[in-house]
Protein backbone atom coordinates (compact mmCIF):
# COMPACT_ATOMS: atom_id res chain seq x y z
CA UNK A 1 0.00 0.00 0.00
CA UNK A 2 2.52 2.08 0.44
CA UNK A 3 4.97 1.65 -2.22
CA UNK A 4 2.15 2.10 -4.42
CA UNK A 5 1.01 5.69 -2.73
CA UNK A 6 4.62 7.12 -3.34
CA UNK A 7 5.04 5.52 -7.15
CA UNK A 8 1.43 7.66 -7.69
CA UNK A 9 3.29 10.74 -6.40
CA UNK A 10 3.73 13.47 -9.22
CA UNK A 11 7.47 13.08 -8.43
CA UNK A 12 7.04 9.09 -8.46
CA UNK A 13 5.44 9.18 -11.74
CA UNK A 14 8.70 10.56 -13.23
CA UNK A 15 9.96 7.00 -12.39
CA UNK A 16 11.60 5.06 -15.68
CA UNK A 17 9.28 2.89 -16.89
CA UNK A 18 10.30 -0.74 -14.52
CA UNK A 19 8.40 -3.87 -13.38
CA UNK A 20 8.15 -2.40 -9.82
CA UNK A 21 7.29 -4.43 -6.68
CA UNK A 22 8.69 -5.06 -3.23
CA UNK A 23 10.05 -8.38 -2.05
CA UNK A 24 10.38 -9.30 1.58
CA UNK A 25 13.87 -11.69 2.06
CA UNK A 26 14.41 -14.16 5.20
CA UNK A 27 17.94 -12.32 6.48
CA UNK A 28 18.11 -11.17 9.87
CA UNK A 29 20.47 -8.28 8.91
CA UNK A 30 18.63 -4.71 9.10
CA UNK A 31 18.85 -3.56 5.36
CA UNK A 32 17.31 -2.89 2.25
CA UNK A 33 18.37 -1.82 -1.42
CA UNK A 34 17.09 -1.42 -4.35
CA UNK A 35 18.03 -3.71 -8.11
CA UNK A 36 18.87 -2.11 -11.28
CA UNK A 37 14.88 -3.36 -12.53
CA UNK A 38 13.08 -1.16 -9.79
CA UNK A 39 13.00 -4.33 -7.23
CA UNK A 40 12.95 -3.30 -3.71
CA UNK A 41 13.98 -5.87 -1.33
CA UNK A 42 13.04 -5.95 2.71
CA UNK A 43 15.33 -7.74 4.72
CA UNK A 44 13.70 -9.67 8.01
CA UNK A 45 15.37 -7.23 10.32
CA UNK A 46 14.22 -4.58 8.30
CA UNK A 47 10.87 -5.66 8.56
CA UNK A 48 11.05 -6.22 12.38
CA UNK A 49 12.40 -3.05 12.88
CA UNK A 50 9.83 -0.95 11.17
CA UNK A 51 6.47 -3.13 12.23
CA UNK A 52 3.26 -2.24 10.51
CA UNK A 53 3.96 2.00 11.20
CA UNK A 54 3.30 2.94 7.55
CA UNK A 55 5.26 6.24 8.22
CA UNK A 56 8.66 4.73 8.59
CA UNK A 57 7.65 2.35 6.02
CA UNK A 58 7.72 5.29 3.61
CA UNK A 59 10.94 6.71 4.85
CA UNK A 60 12.38 3.42 3.82
CA UNK A 61 10.97 2.81 0.44
CA UNK A 62 10.90 6.31 -0.71
CA UNK A 63 14.81 6.23 -0.18
CA UNK A 64 14.89 3.14 -2.38
CA UNK A 65 12.66 4.46 -4.89
CA UNK A 66 15.02 7.37 -4.99
CA UNK A 67 17.87 5.60 -5.93
CA UNK A 68 16.17 4.41 -9.51
CA UNK A 69 14.36 8.32 -9.61
CA UNK A 70 18.31 8.99 -9.38
CA UNK A 71 19.36 6.81 -12.17
CA UNK A 72 21.92 5.96 -9.32
CA UNK A 73 22.73 2.43 -10.26
CA UNK A 74 23.31 3.20 -13.93
CA UNK A 75 25.70 6.23 -12.91
CA UNK A 76 27.83 3.90 -10.99
CA UNK A 77 28.14 1.47 -13.82
CA UNK A 78 29.32 4.24 -15.93
CA UNK A 79 32.39 5.30 -13.30
CA UNK A 80 33.18 1.67 -13.37
CA UNK A 81 33.28 1.53 -16.77
CA UNK A 82 34.93 4.76 -17.50
CA UNK A 83 37.80 3.78 -14.46
CA UNK A 84 38.48 0.63 -16.05
CA UNK A 85 38.68 2.00 -19.42
CA UNK A 86 41.66 4.25 -17.53
CA UNK A 87 43.19 1.36 -16.28
CA UNK A 88 43.26 -1.00 -19.10
CA UNK A 89 44.99 1.99 -20.63
CA UNK A 90 47.94 2.21 -17.43
CA UNK A 91 48.59 -1.43 -18.24
CA UNK A 92 49.04 -0.61 -21.73
CA UNK A 93 51.12 2.03 -21.53
CA UNK A 94 52.96 -0.23 -18.92
CA UNK A 95 53.36 -3.45 -21.10
CA UNK A 96 55.12 -1.13 -24.28
CA UNK A 97 57.95 0.19 -21.35
CA UNK A 98 56.59 3.58 -19.98
CA UNK A 99 58.11 2.74 -16.34
CA UNK A 100 56.43 6.33 -15.09
CA UNK A 101 53.18 4.87 -15.55
CA UNK A 102 53.19 3.04 -12.27
CA UNK A 103 53.07 6.12 -9.91
CA UNK A 104 50.10 7.74 -12.41
CA UNK A 105 48.20 4.47 -11.82
CA UNK A 106 48.09 4.40 -8.14
CA UNK A 107 47.45 8.19 -8.04
CA UNK A 108 44.29 7.63 -10.18
CA UNK A 109 43.30 4.45 -8.06
CA UNK A 110 43.46 6.71 -4.76
CA UNK A 111 41.89 9.39 -6.22
CA UNK A 112 39.18 7.55 -8.07
CA UNK A 113 38.34 5.66 -5.07
CA UNK A 114 37.88 8.37 -2.45
CA UNK A 115 36.09 10.52 -5.30
CA UNK A 116 33.31 7.35 -5.88
CA UNK A 117 32.75 6.78 -2.64
CA UNK A 118 32.13 10.47 -1.87
CA UNK A 119 29.66 10.14 -5.18
CA UNK A 120 27.65 6.84 -3.78
CA UNK A 121 27.25 9.07 -0.71
CA UNK A 122 25.93 11.97 -1.87
CA UNK A 123 23.50 9.50 -3.91
CA UNK A 124 22.30 8.41 -0.51
CA UNK A 125 21.81 11.92 0.36
CA UNK A 126 20.05 12.29 -3.27
CA UNK A 127 17.99 9.23 -2.98
CA UNK A 128 16.65 10.66 0.69
CA UNK A 129 15.35 14.04 -0.48
CA UNK A 130 13.38 12.36 -3.41
CA UNK A 131 11.77 9.98 -1.21
CA UNK A 132 11.20 12.93 1.59
CA UNK A 133 9.49 15.12 -1.28
CA UNK A 134 7.56 11.51 -2.46
CA UNK A 135 6.29 10.95 1.15
CA UNK A 136 5.24 14.25 1.95
CA UNK A 137 2.81 14.52 -0.78
CA UNK A 138 1.76 11.12 -0.55
CA UNK A 139 0.60 11.74 2.50
CA UNK A 140 3.59 10.59 5.52
CA UNK A 141 4.37 13.50 7.25
CA UNK A 142 8.17 14.74 7.34
CA UNK A 143 9.24 13.66 10.52
CA UNK A 144 8.79 9.97 9.81
CA UNK A 145 12.13 10.47 8.19
CA UNK A 146 13.91 11.12 11.40
CA UNK A 147 12.05 8.62 13.63
CA UNK A 148 13.30 6.43 11.11
CA UNK A 149 16.99 7.37 10.83
CA UNK A 150 17.26 7.10 14.77
CA UNK A 151 15.40 3.86 14.95
CA UNK A 152 17.92 2.55 12.71
CA UNK A 153 20.62 4.34 14.83
CA UNK A 154 19.57 2.92 17.96
CA UNK A 155 19.76 -0.83 16.27
CA UNK A 156 22.84 0.02 14.33
CA UNK A 157 25.90 2.45 16.11
CA UNK A 158 26.88 5.53 13.87
CA UNK A 159 30.47 4.46 12.37
CA UNK A 160 33.34 7.08 13.23
CA UNK A 161 33.46 10.42 10.80
CA UNK A 162 36.68 8.56 9.51
CA UNK A 163 34.79 5.44 8.92
CA UNK A 164 32.00 6.82 7.08
CA UNK A 165 34.68 8.60 4.82
CA UNK A 166 35.72 5.23 3.74
CA UNK A 167 32.52 3.96 3.08
CA UNK A 168 29.66 4.12 0.39
CA UNK A 169 26.92 5.45 2.96
CA UNK A 170 27.00 8.21 5.17
CA UNK A 171 26.43 8.07 8.80
CA UNK A 172 22.82 7.93 10.00
CA UNK A 173 22.96 11.26 12.03
CA UNK A 174 24.51 12.81 8.95
CA UNK A 175 21.48 12.02 6.70
CA UNK A 176 19.22 12.78 9.49
CA UNK A 177 21.60 16.39 9.65
CA UNK A 178 21.22 16.94 5.50
CA UNK A 179 17.28 16.55 6.00
CA UNK A 180 16.63 18.67 8.48
CA UNK A 181 18.10 21.00 6.03
CA UNK A 182 15.40 20.32 3.67
CA UNK A 183 12.46 19.38 6.05
CA UNK A 184 10.51 22.99 5.67
CA UNK A 185 10.22 22.38 2.01
CA UNK A 186 9.26 19.06 2.84
CA UNK A 187 6.36 20.08 5.17
CA UNK A 188 5.44 22.46 2.95
CA UNK A 189 4.64 20.02 0.91
CA UNK A 190 2.93 18.03 3.02
CA UNK A 191 0.18 20.61 4.53
CA UNK A 192 -0.51 21.61 1.09
CA UNK A 193 -1.98 18.18 0.11
CA UNK A 194 -2.89 16.96 3.87
CA UNK A 195 -4.07 20.46 5.80
CA UNK A 196 -5.82 17.64 8.14
CA UNK A 197 -3.06 15.28 9.53
CA UNK A 198 -5.61 13.08 10.73
CA UNK A 199 -6.61 11.69 7.33
CA UNK A 200 -3.33 11.38 6.10
CA UNK A 201 -2.02 7.73 5.39
CA UNK A 202 0.58 7.91 7.38
CA UNK A 203 -1.49 10.06 10.81
CA UNK A 204 -0.53 11.56 13.44
CA UNK A 205 3.37 11.98 13.00
CA UNK A 206 5.11 10.22 15.94
CA UNK A 207 7.10 12.33 19.04
CA UNK A 208 10.48 14.00 17.74
CA UNK A 209 12.66 14.86 20.40
CA UNK A 210 15.72 17.57 20.06
CA UNK A 211 18.06 17.52 22.81
CA UNK A 212 20.08 20.43 23.67
CA UNK A 213 22.81 20.87 25.74
CA UNK A 214 23.17 19.31 29.12
CA UNK A 215 24.41 20.94 32.33
CA UNK A 216 25.52 19.60 35.57
CA UNK A 217 25.65 21.44 39.09
CA UNK A 218 25.85 20.60 42.64
CA UNK A 219 23.54 21.50 45.12
CA UNK A 220 25.32 21.36 48.14
CA UNK A 221 22.77 23.10 50.35
CA UNK A 222 20.69 19.86 50.03
CA UNK A 223 23.53 17.63 49.25
CA UNK A 224 22.07 16.48 46.00
CA UNK A 225 23.48 16.72 42.38
CA UNK A 226 21.92 18.61 39.68
CA UNK A 227 21.44 17.71 35.83
CA UNK A 228 19.48 20.43 33.57
CA UNK A 229 17.97 18.67 30.25
CA UNK A 230 17.06 21.50 28.23
CA UNK A 231 14.79 20.12 24.78
CA UNK A 232 12.31 20.42 22.34
CA UNK A 233 9.52 18.52 21.44
CA UNK A 234 7.09 18.12 18.44
CA UNK A 235 4.01 15.64 17.90
CA UNK A 236 3.52 14.86 21.97
CA UNK A 237 0.90 16.89 23.40
CA UNK A 238 -0.77 14.84 26.43
CA UNK A 239 2.03 12.20 25.62
CA UNK A 240 3.97 11.14 29.06
CA UNK A 241 7.69 11.17 28.42
CA UNK A 242 10.04 9.68 30.45
CA UNK A 243 13.15 10.92 31.26
CA UNK A 244 15.86 8.84 32.27
CA UNK A 245 19.42 9.18 33.58
CA UNK A 246 21.84 6.06 34.10
CA UNK A 247 25.40 6.21 35.96
CA UNK A 248 28.29 4.21 35.44
CA UNK A 249 31.90 4.49 36.63
CA UNK A 250 34.75 2.38 34.96
CA UNK A 251 32.18 1.60 32.38
CA UNK A 252 30.24 -0.24 35.40
CA UNK A 253 26.68 0.75 36.54
CA UNK A 254 26.76 2.45 40.06
CA UNK A 255 24.66 1.13 42.38
CA UNK A 256 22.28 2.90 44.42
CA UNK A 257 21.33 3.35 48.35
CA UNK A 258 17.62 4.20 47.73
CA UNK A 259 14.47 2.54 46.26
CA UNK A 260 13.20 5.18 44.12
CA UNK A 261 16.69 5.96 43.21
CA UNK A 262 17.30 2.23 41.76
CA UNK A 263 17.06 -0.28 38.66
CA UNK A 264 15.31 -4.18 39.50
CA UNK A 265 19.34 -4.55 39.69
CA UNK A 266 20.24 -2.30 42.29
CA UNK A 267 21.70 -0.14 40.26
CA UNK A 268 21.76 4.05 40.54
CA UNK A 269 18.74 5.96 38.27
CA UNK A 270 17.06 8.93 38.35
CA UNK A 271 13.73 8.87 36.72
CA UNK A 272 11.60 12.24 35.96
CA UNK A 273 8.00 12.32 33.70
CA UNK A 274 6.87 15.28 32.00
CA UNK A 275 3.62 15.72 29.80
CA UNK A 276 3.70 18.37 26.96
CA UNK A 277 0.76 20.58 26.60
CA UNK A 278 0.82 21.46 23.32
CA UNK A 279 2.07 20.07 19.87
CA UNK A 280 5.49 21.85 19.48
CA UNK A 281 7.07 23.14 22.80
CA UNK A 282 10.46 23.72 24.36
CA UNK A 283 11.14 22.32 28.02
CA UNK A 284 13.84 22.25 30.47
CA UNK A 285 13.82 19.40 32.82
CA UNK A 286 15.84 19.58 35.97
CA UNK A 287 16.26 16.44 37.91
CA UNK A 288 17.83 16.12 41.37
CA UNK A 289 19.97 13.19 42.47
CA UNK A 290 20.84 13.28 46.50
CA UNK A 291 24.07 12.49 47.65
CA UNK A 292 22.46 9.48 49.83
CA UNK A 293 21.47 7.79 46.71
CA UNK A 294 25.10 6.51 45.98
CA UNK A 295 25.59 3.06 46.96
CA UNK A 296 29.38 3.75 46.91
CA UNK A 297 31.69 6.13 47.95
CA UNK A 298 32.91 7.92 44.63
CA UNK A 299 31.23 11.49 43.64
CA UNK A 300 32.03 11.38 40.16
CA UNK A 301 30.76 9.83 37.18
CA UNK A 302 29.75 9.04 33.77
CA UNK A 303 26.30 9.17 32.60
CA UNK A 304 23.58 9.34 29.74
CA UNK A 305 20.15 10.81 29.45
CA UNK A 306 17.68 8.49 27.48
CA UNK A 307 13.80 10.38 26.67
CA UNK A 308 11.01 7.32 26.44
CA UNK A 309 7.18 7.00 25.78
CA UNK A 310 5.96 4.12 26.89
CA UNK A 311 7.07 2.09 23.87
CA UNK A 312 9.81 3.91 21.97
CA UNK A 313 13.05 5.42 22.60
CA UNK A 314 12.96 9.26 21.24
CA UNK A 315 16.26 10.51 22.24
CA UNK A 316 20.00 9.71 23.88
CA UNK A 317 22.37 11.60 24.80
CA UNK A 318 26.28 11.86 24.35
CA UNK A 319 27.91 10.99 27.60
CA UNK A 320 29.04 13.48 30.29
CA UNK A 321 30.03 13.88 33.29
CA UNK A 322 28.03 14.30 37.09
CA UNK A 323 29.75 15.42 40.72
CA UNK A 324 27.57 14.53 43.85
CA UNK A 325 28.59 17.37 46.78
CA UNK A 326 29.66 15.72 49.92
CA UNK A 327 27.69 13.70 52.40
Known sequence: MVFDDLLR???GRRRPYLPYEVTLTDNRAINAFTAPDGKVYVYR????LLGNNA???AALLGHEIGHTLGRHYYKSQLRYV????????????AAAGDEGVVWEELTFRLLTGA???????????????????MMAEAGYHPDFTIAFFRRVRAELPDKSKLGAFFSTHPRSATREERTIKVYNSALTIFEH??????QSPGGTPPPIVTLGRISTSRDRVNKAAVVHVPFQIRNAKDIPITIIVIFKKNKKLVPGAMKEYQLNDGSLVAIHTVTPDSWSQSMDATISIPTSALGTKSRTFKAMISLITRDENLAYSDIFKVSFPKR
Open 9 to 11: TSL
Open 45 to 48: GMVS
Open 55 to 57: GLW
Open 82 to 93: ERQRELADYRAR
Open 115 to 133: INLKLSREEEHEADRLGLG
Open 193 to 198: FWPDTS
